[in-house]
DNA sequence: TCCAGCAGTCGAACAACGTTCCGGTGCCCG
DNA sequence: CGGGCACCGGAACGTTGTTCGACTGCTGGA
């Protein structure tokens, strides 16, 4: 429709007017449009709009909206490509990591939605990242594949837990208040009033720190 | 409709035949089938009958069906009620944690459904035993915040990746082909062959002892 | 004794969603 | 030139969450 207004001369320079509906472009447009807005308002035929195309052409490239989904949180894990590896191993975890959070905290929904496997090849070379870095600094295999899981429940629940309670300052004060009020019950979380409200980066470099150096220290004391 | 078929002397001796339509009663129903199929399929339609209730009462007592779920998730945080506190710091965070993550495994879905904050009183009383524990072992206000983060993250992922990678072994065997298939792009994750496929057990115990170990070690050099 | 009012229930309906059916294009290759 | 194929899309179906307004039976005050 913008394309028709275009002049005649200029179309004939190519065949096909706009490159045609890829699920590469599908997958950016619900990345777009699920960075809009947060509430996960991504549906079949908004996403067709964006795209200027027919609702049900979707379905041509791609199976069902959960596959929508996959690709668009698979895309986010390949936006942020590991880095070259360097020799110090615990340096090559935390950019990692940081990386990796980073995208999220950009993507909010792709730490909230996690209720499919996601082994699209964005994840797995991410993962092969970690556990190439944490085997080449000598763990064993068991100790990789618990550190990775850990690793990866780390980055992933703290992104999840920052968005999900950011959400909506109205009721996050709400929470406070309520939280004071039974205050007789949670008598701890009540003291340190920094629950609903909190330091999230270091929260997240602290945390990262208990799992790296527990993680040095048991190799050390001998192998499982 | 079940009920008018009993003979009408009975039914005088109790003016209310049932106990009325509780909150409670529309939680243990949510819980009773969403347990049934993991799949998520919660109705609001389907809940209304197994209540024997028409579909639209359920809105007298509840808003939104996200309220249903929120409920139902702050349940099964409530079954599990944090144990007496030992003289054992350590053995404290690890019982809470086994026992959390054996009712995560026992109701899969609500390892997955964390969409929102849910900050029930289930969360906020099994928060304050895990924080109350950490205070009094004698961590500083900043390790606890942290430490109950990661270890609250650690519980929650190790539950979710088991439930999502458990669910169809057809996709599952599908998922391994295809990582040996691609084993030049992901040689570690390929030769261990174990992360589709893992002992999910000790990966947890293995993770929960390198965050405890790290955070022990970094209170024993010094507060932040 | 009556009757207003309220807690609780529900059938019918609405808008929106994911998805399928089937009919269309236009291009390529024989 | 003409059949087939990759690709597109309008219309429709069934299901979902939620709202509207009407209905019931109880309770308490006049």
Redesign the interface.
């Known amino acids: 429709m913008a394309e028709r207004s275009r002049s005649l001369w200029l179309r004939t320079t190519s065949a096909r007017p706009d490159p045609p509906l890829t699920v590469e472009r599908i997958t950016a447009a619900a990345v777009e449009l699920l960075d809009e807005d947060d509430v ?1 308002q991504l549906t079949m035929r908004r996403l067709a709009d964006r795209l200027g195309v027919g609702t049900t052409t979707l379905y041509w490239h791609v199976d069902t909206k959960e596959d929508v989904i996959d690709l668009a949180v698979d895309a986010v894990f390949a936006a942020t490509p590991p880095p070259p590896p360097g020799d110090d191993w615990r340096a090559d975890v935390t950019t990692l990591l940081t990386e990796r959070r980073a995208a999220l905290l950009r993507h909010p929904w792709s730490a ?1 939605m ?6 699209g ?1 964005g994840f ?2 991410w ?2 990242f970690l ?2 870095t944490l ?1 080449r600094a000598g763990f064993t ?7 990775s ?2 690793l ?3 980055v ?3 992104a ?2 920052q968005a ?2 950011r ?1 909506s300052v109205a ?2 004060r709400e ?1 406070q208040l309520m ?1 004071e009020r ?1 205050s007789a ?5 009540a003291a ?1 009033r ?3 409200d ?1 330091d999230w980066d ?2 997240f470099a ?2 990262l ?7 040095t ?2 190799a050390a004391a001998g192998a ?1």
Chains 1, 2 share one sequence.
Do not use: F, I
């Open positions: 996960g909230v996690r209720r499919r496997p996601a082994v090849p797995l070379s993962m092969e556990q190439a085997t295999s068991r100790d990789v594949t618990a550190a899981w850990v990866y429940s780390h992933q629940g703290s999840a837990s999900t309670l959400w009721e996050r929470g939280l039974h019950s949670y008598p701890t979380l340190q920094h629950l609903l909190d270091t929260n602290l945390g720190a208990y799992v790296l150096d527990g993680l220290a048991r499982t």
